[in-house]
């Protein structure tokens, strides 16, 4: 019988961590989810400036392809940026528990999560069906909208890898490097530019008791250092 209050923790990197090495981390915790080994797992971070390219994604999406390293993923989705001023969530989490297995509905969970912070922030924020990730009124763009957190996710043996990326102050610049998440014409925007509240601590606070609020209270594990070349140092 499943345990009706399972630990969910929560971990939080203290620098930059690479992206490789990042993936590695969560292939092997994703395995002792669904072995049963370990409990499921939130992890924030952030991520040097990259680029991540999932399964449907194109290449003539690169718009600036040599500007920052490409990486392959086997996430779902396209191309996405990553860089410093992003919070980065992987939610390493059992999707049959979190939504009886079903992914569009696992999605639509994370998304709420995500709306639920960027609310206690002050920003008011959508999702669509048709299109993954959270989005903002802008009337002054052409389209009336702007994205602020995208979802790319991975589901093997029931548990999802990756997760959600939330634009607090990053370089906005960067994002034109790419087709963001292969929606042309699509405006992105952050905290920072919305003129909300846009330092991590208090975003840390806001994502913190929303992720609460939908799975449950969040245990707060040390950090586990993550290297490049040896994958995991304690």
Not at 32 to 37: E, F, H, S, V, Y
Not at 47 to 62: C, D, F, S, V
Not at 64 to 80: K, L, M, Q, S
Not at 120 to 146: F, K
Request: proline fraction near 6%; aromatic fraction near 6%; include cysteine.
């Amino acid at each position: 019988m499943s345990d009706p209050n399972p630990i969910l923790r929560l971990m939080r990197s203290s620098a930059a961590v690479d992206y490789p090495a990042a993936v590695q981390f969560m292939e092997k915790e994703a395995t002792a989810i669904a072995n049963g080994d370990h409990p499921e797992l939130i992890w924030f971070l952030e991520h040097p400036p990259i680029l991540t390219k999932g399964t449907r994604g194109r290449a003539e999406h690169l718009m600036d392809a040599g500007r920052f390293p490409v990486f392959e993923t086997d996430r779902g989705g396209e191309i996405t940026y990553h860089g410093p001023g992003q919070r980065i969530v992987y939610t390493l989490l059992d999707v049959r528990r979190r939504a009886n297995g079903d992914v569009r509905a696992f999605v639509r969970l994370l998304e709420r999560c995500v709306i639920g912070a960027l609310d206690r922030l002050g920003v008011m924020a959508t999702s669509d069906p048709a299109r993954p990730g959270v989005w903002v009124r802008r009337a002054e763009l052409p389209r009336g909208e702007a994205k602020i957190g995208a979802l790319g996710l991975k589901v093997r043996r029931g548990v999802s890898l990756h997760g959600i990326s939330l634009n607090v102050d990053p370089d906005l610049s960067h994002f034109a490097t790419i087709v963001a998440c292969g929606l042309e014409g699509s405006a992105i925007t952050s905290l920072a530019a919305l003129g909300a509240v846009a330092d991590f601590k208090s975003v840390d606070n806001a994502l913190i008791a929303s992720l609460t609020d939908y799975l449950g209270p969040l245990t707060d594990v040390p950090y586990v250092g993550v290297d490049a070349d040896t994958g995991v140092t304690p």
